[in-house]
């Protein structure tokens, strides 16, 4: 689809690059010449993902473990990044968390653990990186990762579709303040791409029956689908496209709207079956974290 070297050049972060679609993304563009940087909380699993990475296609993929909540973490690596390697040029906001919950289950623990993630964490990686383009005089180019709940809202997973629909408010808004600058923000609104974080989280113990049977196009979404819009995006040539969140999910909102309105039917019982799985998950997950 695209010309050879399309990202020649280019110094792109990515976050949460080391698993799921910010890995499938950082596939995509080290096969196009980009030169990456990915974070995420997990070290081993960066400098794995790294590897496998380089040893497919070749290229340069340097690691940084940071929890982006932590907001003085999250300035310490952008600086480090400028430091080793020079401006950025783009920035993947892929970074998120979510888990499936009657909101009445919910503690504030609950609902920070993900809009602490997702809604300030994100911020905190576009501030750093934006206001260090601003200062340097440097173009560049934010695509942050939403879903098209920021336009129908959803069901069980209310912390993730406030803090993303707040991200898609940062897009519009940063887009006006920065453009000025030359830097420019869009998002991309994915349907369903499995992955084992959001299957594991999203979908514990399911499958995408659903998903593909209510769709328009009767499928769920293919990886270069969303790796080709995310090149796309990043590329030089569509300078004036930017503010726009762009959905690809095979025209699945618009035909349904929300997802897991299913999950009405649940009982109490398959909630503690639900909750049980995804704690396996994050357990999991966590025992892993080096920061
Ligand atoms: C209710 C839950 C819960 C559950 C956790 N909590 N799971 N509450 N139901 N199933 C509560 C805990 O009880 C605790 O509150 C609080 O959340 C923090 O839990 P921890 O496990 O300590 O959190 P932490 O280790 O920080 O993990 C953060 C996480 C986790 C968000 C909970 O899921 C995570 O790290 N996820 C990263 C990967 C991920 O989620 N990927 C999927 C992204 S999909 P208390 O009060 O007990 O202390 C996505 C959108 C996809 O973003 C869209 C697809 C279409």
């Not at 080793?84 to 979510?98: F, K």
């Not at 911020?123 to 990762?145: C, D, E, L, N, P």
Request: aromatic share 8%; proline share 4%; net charge positive.
């Amino acid at each position: 689809m695209f010309k050879d070297g399309l990202l020649r050049g280019k110094n792109i972060l990515i976050t949460g690059g080391g698993t799921g679609l910010g890995k499938e993304i950082a596939a995509k563009y080290l096969e196009l010449g980009a030169e990456l940087w990915i974070c995420g909380r997990r070290g081993p699993v960066l400098d794995a993902a790294a590897k496998e990475l380089t040893t497919r296609q070749g290229g340069r993929v340097r690691t940084h473990a940071v929890d982006i909540r932590d907001a003085q973490a999250v300035d310490a690596m952008v600086q480090r990044i400028w430091d080793e390697s020079g401006p950025l040029t783009g920035l993947v906001n892929n970074a998120a968390g979510n888990f499936i919950s009657p909101t009445k289950d919910l503690s504030p623990n609950g609902f920070n653990a993900v809009a602490n993630i997702v809604f300030h964490g994100t911020f905190y990686v576009t501030h750093a990186v934006g206001r260090r383009w601003i200062a340097g005089s440097h173009k560049g180019s934010v695509i942050s990762i939403l879903v098209t709940w920021v336009w129908t809202g959803s069901p069980y997973v209310v912390p993730s579709a406030m803090s993303k629909a707040g991200l898609h408010i940062m897009t519009k808004s940063l887009a006006v303040e920065w453009g000025k600058y030359g830097i420019r923000l869009n998002a991309i609104a994915p349907g369903p791409f499995p992955t084992e974080g959001a299957s594991k989280r999203l979908r514990p113990g399911g499958d995408y029956e659903d998903s593909i049977h209510l769709n328009p196009m009767r499928r769920i979404g293919q990886m270069p689908e969303l790796q080709n819009l995310a090149a796309f995006l990043m590329a030089d040539g569509c300078e004036w496209l930017t503010g726009e969140t762009i959905a690809v999910d095979g025209a699945g909102s618009l035909a349904t709207g929300a997802y897991f309105t299913e999950l009405d039917k649940l009982t109490d019982a398959d909630w503690q079956r639900m909750r049980a799985l995804i704690k396996a998950q994050n357990d999991k997950d966590r025992a892993g974290r080096t920061a």
